[in-house]
């Protein structure tokens, strides 16, 4: 397992004046992604960012990769600070990083250990 550290992400988005474009950005890139582990896990390795790609080491994205076993289900809620974002469903929270071409996966499978730590099954560096 990988760890994300939350901190104090939901009072950073309310002091950065995130628009609506950033929410809407990041949130379609999230529904995208659990929709692609929905449909077997594949095509979701192209969303995540390439850390969190690295990390999957040698299996990568093929047969007996954790993105294949991730949970999924519809994005209920995500908050955005500049370029980082969490996004959580009934099974899962992810976290994402605006880079150059968009919305990346940086966290997926992702468990809260305590409030501010959270153990993921991928990425999560």
């Keep these: 397992m990988h760890k994300i550290i939350a901190g104090l992400?939901?009072?950073?988005?309310?002091?950065?004046?995130?628009s609506s474009a950033d929410t809407s950005s990041a949130e379609e890139a999230a529904q995208?992604?659990?929709?692609a582990v929905a449909d077997g896990g594949g095509p979701?390795?192209?969303l995540l960012a390439p850390r969190a790609r690295?990390?999957?080491?040698?299996?990568?994205?093929g047969t007996g990769?954790?993105?294949a076993t991730l949970p999924h289900a519809p994005v209920g809620s995500i908050v955005?600070?500049?370029?980082?974002?969490?996004?959580?469903?009934t099974s899962d929270t992810l976290?994402?990083?605006?880079?150059?071409?968009?919305?990346?996966?940086?966290?997926?499978?992702?468990?809260?250990?305590n409030q501010q730590v959270?153990?993921?099954?991928?990425?999560g560096r």
């Design 95 to 113: 976290f994402l990083h605006d880079f150059p071409d968009g919305w990346r996966v940086t966290g997926a499978g992702c468990r809260p250990r």
């Design 65 to 67: 990769s954790p993105v």
């Design 54 to 61: 690295d990390g999957l080491g040698p299996v990568g994205c």
């Design 80 to 89: 955005v600070w500049g370029d980082e974002a969490q996004a959580r469903s």
């Design 44 to 46: 979701a390795c192209a």
């Design 9 to 18: 992400g939901a009072v950073a988005a309310v002091l950065c004046g995130c």
């Design 118 to 123: 959270y153990d993921c099954a991928v990425g």
């Design 32 to 35: 995208r992604f659990e929709a």
